[in-house]
């Protein structure tokens, strides 16, 4: 089976940082997404890892270790648009597997 | 390109009802995959169809059930609806299934946000 853990709720301040963590346990792995979703709208791809390491996209870094079963999602130089829910996914047997969402409030 | 679109974007239903929600996958996808966002969850994977025939399943009952067409389009019908299938219903599509042993990027629809009372 599958088990993914993320903070529920995280809040920050404008300009700043924001690490959002996720652990899993999965009986397949074929690679960790990151998606965000503003309320009421679809999920949007943020990032993809398939091997070890940091992937640096702008503004957003997701960072993965196998051996661990742990990532993160670097969001810098946050903007009050960022508020919204970012959900961990996990891809295997065809499917993905998310979390059950962090939702960032970003304030003034 | 055109991205993944979904309709109808409302619907509402009452239990025992059966529904029809469609898909139109992202041009150059032939992958498509349905999800059930319940709210204050994460999307829950009820199926998935490639090349018109499913090729995976989730947790979900048989009335749930669903068509891939030649063009990639994906219907995905619910029969015998209860309250608790009150959710946003996502599809997503994919180039393929997997490339070079990985997943391939699923990209997501709009979504049909479906009420059942």
């Known amino acids: 089976g599958q088990n993914i853990d993320q903070p529920t709720e995280m809040t920050a301040t404008e300009g700043a940082i924001v690490q959002i963590n996720c652990t899993y346990q999965?009986?397949?792995?074929?690679?960790l997404f990151w998606y965000q979703q503003h309320a009421g709208e679809a999920p949007t791809f943020l990032s993809y890892?398939?091997?070890?390491g940091l992937e640096e996209k702008g503004r957003f870094s997701s960072f993965l270790s196998r051996s661990k079963g742990y990532s993160y999602l670097l969001l810098k130089e946050l903007q009050m648009k960022d508020s919204a829910s970012y959900l961990c996914a996990v891809g295997g047997g065809n499917k993905l597997t998310f979390g059950t969402g962090t939702q960032l409030k970003v304030e003034l | 390109e055109t991205g993944v679109t979904q309709s109808p974007t409302h619907l509402i239903k009452t239990r025992g009802q059966q529904v029809t929600l469609r898909c139109s996958s992202q041009?150059?996808?032939?992958?498509v995959s349905w999800y059930q966002q319940a709210l204050g969850q994460g999307p829950q994977f009820i199926f998935q169809?490639?090349?018109?025939?499913?090729?995976g399943r989730g947790n979900f009952p048989p009335r749930f059930s669903g068509l891939q067409f030649p063009n990639y389009s994906s219907e995905l019908n619910v029969n015998a609806l209860e309250l608790d299938d009150s959710a946003l219903y996502l599809c997503a599509s994919s180039p393929e299934v997997v490339s070079g042993g990985w997943q391939e990027t699923q990209y997501f629809g709009p979504g049909t946000r479906l009420l059942v009372l």
């Open positions: 041009s150059g996808h032939n992958t």
């Open positions: 890892n398939v091997l070890d």
């Open positions: 169809y490639y090349r018109e025939e499913e090729n």
């Open positions: 999965t009986s397949g792995f074929n690679g």
